[in-house]
């Protein structure tokens, strides 16, 4: 009678062991790639509203229809078709542009 022997586990080969590691190298840089971006989407998203003074004095009659901004600067669209380019630091008015 034969003694039943025990089912042997397959050998890992040298190929597939190698695999294996690449595999998990790889799982870890995708999951250290998707925190960077998150990170990097959190930092550029972060509250960095550009800041305005509360009051913009406008030459009289002159009303507001839009407003840009620089880096150190600010411009204000009027309503009589002109752009008063302010200082942001002084808000002092810098230059005036007439639209034709």
């Given amino acids: 009678m034969t003694v039943p022997s025990e089912p ?30 998150f990170a990097l989407i959190v930092i550029r998203l972060s509250d960095r509203t550009p800041t305005l003074p509360d009051q913009i004095e406008l030459p009289d009659g002159a009303r507001a229809q839009a407003l840009t901004i620089g880096n150190n600067w600010y411009a204000v669209v009027t309503d009589d078709q002109r752009i008063l380019i302010f200082d942001k630091t002084t808000g002092r008015l810098r230059q005036e542009v007439a639209v034709e």
């Fill in 8 to 37: 042997q586990e397959p050998q890992e080969t040298p190929q597939l062991r190698l695999l294996r590691r690449m595999v998990m190298a790889l799982t870890a840089v995708m999951i250290g790639g998707v925190l960077v971006t």
